[in-house]
């Protein structure tokens, strides 16, 4: 089985920085992805993350350590466009779909 | 490339109905998804095709769900007969290739609601 533990929700002031957590347990780890989803639009996808270490991407990074099953999403010099879900999704061995968290419902405030 | 289509975007029912939902993948994508999203459980894979094939349907619900994919280019979910709790955001999502960091792409999804 699968599990994705990421908080509910998070608030930060735009221009600061922000880091978002992801913990999962997988039977067989293939890969970890970042999706942001804004208010009533769909999924876009972030990063992703296979091998341990942080992967940059502009604004934002994202990090992986697979022993500690642990991924956390960060984001720089915050927008109030960056108010959205961010949703952690893993892929299994052999799988050729995700299976995504709950989501974390960022709030930027000036 | 236009993206992920679906139709309709909103969907409003009442109970017992057929509802029909419709997906045109990205051109030339050869994996085709299937998801339900609530607020309560978040985002949830219900079926997803390769080159046209359903692979996994572990994730639909239950018998009065159906999916099909005629050819490359056409996906319909089908719930008969449709009940309230079946009221949620449905996306479809497409995706090239069979690992590394090939990402999926979503379509704009649709709403619905059923009475």
């Known amino acids: 089985g699968q599990n994705i533990d990421q908080p509910t929700e998070m608030t930060a002031t735009e221009g600061a920085i922000v880091q978002i957590n992801c913990t999962y347990q997988?039977?067989?780890?293939?890969?970890l992805f970042w999706y942001q989803q804004h208010a009533g639009e769909a999924p876009t996808f972030l990063s992703y993350?296979?091998?341990?270490g942080l992967e940059e991407k502009g604004r934002f990074s994202s990090f992986l350590s697979r022993s500690k099953g642990y991924s956390y999403l960060l984001l720089k010099e915050l927008q109030m466009k960056d108010s959205a879900s961010y949703l952690c999704?893993?892929?299994?061995?052999?799988?050729?779909?995700?299976?995504f968290g709950t989501g974390t419902r960022l709030t930027v405030i000036p | 490339d236009a993206g992920v289509i679906q139709s309709p975007r909103h969907e409003v029912t009442e109970m017992g109905q057929e509802v029909t939902l419709r997906c045109k993948p990205i051109?030339?994508?050869?994996?085709l998804f299937w998801y339900r999203q609530t607020m309560m459980r978040g985002l949830e894979l219900l079926i997803y095709?390769?080159?046209?094939?359903?692979?996994?349907d572990s994730g639909m619900p239950e018998d009065r769900f159906s999916a099909k994919m005629p050819n490359a280019s056409f996906s319909t979910l089908k719930i008969q007969p449709s009940e309230p709790r079946d009221s949620a955001v449905y996306f479809c999502?497409?995706?090239?290739?069979?690992?590394?960091?090939?990402?999926?792409?979503f379509g704009p999804g649709t709403r619905l609601t059923v009475l």
């Open positions: 999502a497409s995706r090239l290739g069979t690992g590394g960091r090939d990402e999926q792409f």
């Open positions: 997988t039977s067989g780890f293939n890969g």
């Open positions: 993350n296979v091998l341990d």
């Open positions: 999704a893993v892929r299994q061995t052999g799988a050729n779909n995700l299976f």
């Open positions: 051109s030339g994508h050869d994996y």
């Open positions: 095709f390769n080159n046209n094939v359903p692979i996994d």
